[in-house]
């Protein structure tokens, strides 16, 4: 969707469809541009399908606000957590030497890199906010290796549509749309504030989305697969976070 006045068409199709003829018919308006949600069955459906589709035609190209270094918050921050198992500790205890980034799925050449292998990248770093849906949120500075690299390097095919993206925590996982997966501001995040990146915030690599809220920048990344369809994932719903009620696009 590279043409402006095509998209604007679409947009103001989209917001005039959904005050005249109701949520359904902007779905379907959304579902002829190939925009539609994994989440967007059920009595949110609609509206996911609207929010969606409306932020990716009107601002598929914008940036989160960044913020001076004067503004970067002071710990202790609100959510801080570190995986119990035992795999987790004995890679921690091996100063996560071992730990390893799978890359699979719709992609030339997949590979495996260590967090080492990822410092040796072209890095990225932003001062951005993180929030979470519960309400607080905190303002840092991320350094990692833009995600757009990692699928450059490894020969993301043209059929890919999504990346799933999975934690050493079994039960958290998430997807991103390709507009969100090559955009400059996403990276594979194994720094914070001029350090390594601490394990009560998702050391040593965490996906680092800052469009979206805070879930879906997962903690103790270890692999990520691109994909054309996400159905075949969980519940189908492209992230475990519509499995306990919240959007899979989360786009602030
Ligand atoms: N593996 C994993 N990733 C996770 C979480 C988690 O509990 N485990 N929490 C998510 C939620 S709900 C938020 S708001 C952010 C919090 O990030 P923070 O610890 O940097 O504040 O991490 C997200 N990623
Ligand atoms: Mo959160």
Redesign the pocket.
Known sequence: MSNPSRRKLITSGLAATAGFGGLAAAARLAARNGLIPPDSGGLYGPGETLTYGAQRLLTAHSHAREFPKSLISKPP?????APPTDEFKRLRAGGFRDWKLTVDGMVAHPATFSVSDLKSFPRSSQITS?G??EGWS?IAEWTGTPLSHILSATGILPGARYLVYF?I?KD?WDSLDMADALHPQTLLAYGMNDADLPV???GPL?MRVPRQ???K????LTRITATDSLKRFGKGLGSSSPEGGYSWYAGI
């Open positions: 921050f609100a959510n801080e957590t993180l979470c849906e905190y934690s925590e958290w009560p915030l998702g965490r809220l805070g879930y920048s997962v903690k103790y």
